[in-house]
Protein backbone atom coordinates (compact mmCIF):
# COMPACT_ATOMS: atom_id res chain seq x y z
CA UNK A 1 0.00 0.00 0.00
CA UNK A 2 2.81 2.11 1.22
CA UNK A 3 4.84 1.58 -2.54
CA UNK A 4 1.49 2.06 -4.54
CA UNK A 5 0.85 5.20 -2.70
CA UNK A 6 4.40 6.34 -3.01
CA UNK A 7 4.45 5.99 -7.19
CA UNK A 8 1.22 8.77 -7.36
CA UNK A 9 2.23 11.33 -4.52
CA UNK A 10 5.63 12.76 -4.26
CA UNK A 11 7.18 13.78 -1.33
CA UNK A 12 10.73 14.95 0.15
CA UNK A 13 11.78 14.39 3.95
CA UNK A 14 15.06 16.30 5.18
CA UNK A 15 16.51 14.59 7.73
CA UNK A 16 19.85 17.05 7.85
CA UNK A 17 20.61 18.56 10.80
CA UNK A 18 20.68 22.00 9.50
CA UNK A 19 17.90 21.76 6.93
CA UNK A 20 20.24 22.15 4.23
CA UNK A 21 17.83 20.79 1.41
CA UNK A 22 14.36 22.54 2.66
CA UNK A 23 13.56 26.17 1.21
CA UNK A 24 13.81 29.03 4.28
CA UNK A 25 10.52 30.93 5.24
CA UNK A 26 11.50 33.83 3.60
CA UNK A 27 12.49 32.17 0.35
CA UNK A 28 9.20 30.64 0.41
CA UNK A 29 7.58 33.95 1.01
CA UNK A 30 9.64 35.55 -1.88
CA UNK A 31 8.42 32.81 -4.32
CA UNK A 32 4.86 32.91 -3.08
CA UNK A 33 5.18 36.46 -4.42
CA UNK A 34 5.90 35.40 -8.44
CA UNK A 35 2.87 36.71 -10.23
CA UNK A 36 4.21 35.55 -13.91
CA UNK A 37 6.38 33.55 -15.39
CA UNK A 38 9.70 33.38 -14.14
CA UNK A 39 12.62 31.67 -16.67
CA UNK A 40 15.26 30.70 -15.25
CA UNK A 41 17.96 29.87 -17.98
CA UNK A 42 21.46 28.17 -16.32
CA UNK A 43 24.34 27.68 -18.10
CA UNK A 44 25.74 24.88 -16.84
CA UNK A 45 25.35 21.53 -18.60
CA UNK A 46 27.46 19.04 -20.82
CA UNK A 47 29.98 17.14 -19.83
CA UNK A 48 31.36 18.30 -17.00
CA UNK A 49 34.21 17.66 -13.75
CA UNK A 50 32.56 15.89 -10.91
CA UNK A 51 32.65 18.85 -9.18
CA UNK A 52 30.98 21.19 -11.61
CA UNK A 53 28.47 18.27 -11.92
CA UNK A 54 27.48 18.22 -8.17
CA UNK A 55 27.06 21.99 -7.88
CA UNK A 56 24.76 21.63 -11.44
CA UNK A 57 22.77 18.82 -9.93
CA UNK A 58 22.33 21.07 -6.61
CA UNK A 59 21.42 23.72 -8.62
CA UNK A 60 18.74 21.62 -10.58
CA UNK A 61 17.30 20.30 -7.29
CA UNK A 62 17.00 23.38 -5.52
CA UNK A 63 15.18 24.71 -8.76
CA UNK A 64 13.16 21.79 -8.14
CA UNK A 65 12.04 22.61 -5.04
CA UNK A 66 11.45 25.91 -5.82
CA UNK A 67 8.90 25.42 -8.45
CA UNK A 68 6.81 22.76 -6.06
CA UNK A 69 6.44 26.36 -4.28
CA UNK A 70 5.31 28.12 -7.40
CA UNK A 71 4.48 26.41 -10.67
CA UNK A 72 5.10 29.83 -12.48
CA UNK A 73 9.07 29.37 -11.68
CA UNK A 74 10.15 27.11 -14.91
CA UNK A 75 13.94 26.32 -16.01
CA UNK A 76 16.20 24.58 -18.47
CA UNK A 77 19.63 23.87 -18.50
CA UNK A 78 21.66 24.75 -21.79
CA UNK A 79 25.15 23.72 -22.87
CA UNK A 80 26.92 27.03 -24.37
CA UNK A 81 29.34 24.48 -26.01
CA UNK A 82 26.99 22.45 -27.97
CA UNK A 83 27.25 24.21 -31.38
CA UNK A 84 30.26 24.71 -34.22
CA UNK A 85 32.88 27.03 -33.22
CA UNK A 86 31.45 30.34 -34.95
CA UNK A 87 28.27 29.98 -33.16
CA UNK A 88 29.69 28.99 -29.34
CA UNK A 89 32.02 32.38 -29.69
CA UNK A 90 28.57 34.23 -30.26
CA UNK A 91 27.03 32.60 -27.57
CA UNK A 92 29.57 33.09 -25.17
CA UNK A 93 30.09 37.05 -26.16
CA UNK A 94 26.08 36.74 -25.60
CA UNK A 95 26.87 35.62 -22.30
CA UNK A 96 29.36 37.82 -20.83
CA UNK A 97 27.46 41.06 -22.11
CA UNK A 98 24.98 39.91 -20.37
CA UNK A 99 26.77 39.58 -16.71
CA UNK A 100 28.27 36.14 -16.74
CA UNK A 101 31.62 35.27 -16.20
CA UNK A 102 33.35 32.58 -18.19
CA UNK A 103 35.59 30.23 -15.84
CA UNK A 104 38.33 28.37 -17.95
CA UNK A 105 38.94 24.64 -17.07
CA UNK A 106 41.65 22.66 -17.61
CA UNK A 107 40.45 18.62 -17.67
CA UNK A 108 43.26 16.20 -17.34
CA UNK A 109 42.66 12.24 -18.77
CA UNK A 110 44.91 9.83 -18.02
CA UNK A 111 47.93 11.52 -20.62
CA UNK A 112 46.20 14.18 -22.51
CA UNK A 113 44.85 17.78 -21.14
CA UNK A 114 42.15 19.55 -22.73
CA UNK A 115 40.71 23.44 -21.77
CA UNK A 116 36.96 24.27 -21.69
CA UNK A 117 35.02 27.33 -21.05
CA UNK A 118 32.35 26.73 -18.65
CA UNK A 119 29.77 29.44 -17.57
CA UNK A 120 28.46 28.24 -14.27
CA UNK A 121 25.88 30.63 -13.88
CA UNK A 122 22.57 31.64 -14.66
CA UNK A 123 19.98 34.43 -16.33
CA UNK A 124 16.57 34.83 -15.22
CA UNK A 125 13.44 36.37 -16.93
CA UNK A 126 10.56 38.32 -15.40
CA UNK A 127 8.06 39.99 -17.46
CA UNK A 128 10.53 42.93 -18.77
CA UNK A 129 13.05 42.15 -16.81
CA UNK A 130 16.30 40.13 -16.94
CA UNK A 131 18.91 39.29 -13.90
CA UNK A 132 22.15 37.45 -14.51
CA UNK A 133 24.19 35.48 -11.39
CA UNK A 134 27.74 33.96 -11.70
CA UNK A 135 26.67 30.96 -9.29
CA UNK A 136 30.39 30.05 -8.81
CA UNK A 137 32.17 31.34 -5.84
CA UNK A 138 35.65 32.45 -7.08
CA UNK A 139 37.65 33.29 -3.99
CA UNK A 140 41.85 32.18 -5.45
CA UNK A 141 42.74 31.83 -2.01
CA UNK A 142 40.77 28.57 -1.32
CA UNK A 143 41.02 25.40 -3.24
CA UNK A 144 38.81 24.92 -6.43
CA UNK A 145 36.66 22.35 -4.64
CA UNK A 146 36.29 24.29 -1.68
CA UNK A 147 35.26 27.48 -4.37
CA UNK A 148 32.49 24.77 -5.78
CA UNK A 149 31.41 23.38 -1.40
CA UNK A 150 30.86 26.95 -0.97
CA UNK A 151 28.79 27.27 -4.05
CA UNK A 152 26.49 24.54 -3.76
CA UNK A 153 25.91 25.94 0.55
CA UNK A 154 25.33 29.39 -1.46
CA UNK A 155 22.92 28.41 -4.21
CA UNK A 156 19.49 29.62 -2.46
CA UNK A 157 21.08 32.85 -1.37
CA UNK A 158 21.96 33.64 -5.07
CA UNK A 159 18.96 32.45 -6.53
CA UNK A 160 16.64 34.04 -4.01
CA UNK A 161 18.26 36.98 -4.10
CA UNK A 162 17.79 37.54 -7.71
CA UNK A 163 14.39 36.53 -7.69
CA UNK A 164 13.67 39.17 -5.26
CA UNK A 165 15.30 41.82 -7.27
CA UNK A 166 13.11 40.49 -9.71
CA UNK A 167 9.91 40.73 -8.19
CA UNK A 168 10.71 43.57 -6.32
CA UNK A 169 8.85 47.20 -8.48
CA UNK A 170 11.01 49.62 -6.06
Do not use: W
Amino acid sequence: LVNILSNHYFFNIDLTEDKKYTLTENSKRILSNIDDILTVKVYLEGKLPAGFEMLSSSINNFLINCKKENSLLEFEFINPNDNDEIKTKEIYKQLQNQGLYPTDLTVKKSNETSRKIIFPGAIMYYKDKRESINLLENNFSLSPQNNINNSIENIEFHIISAISKLINNN
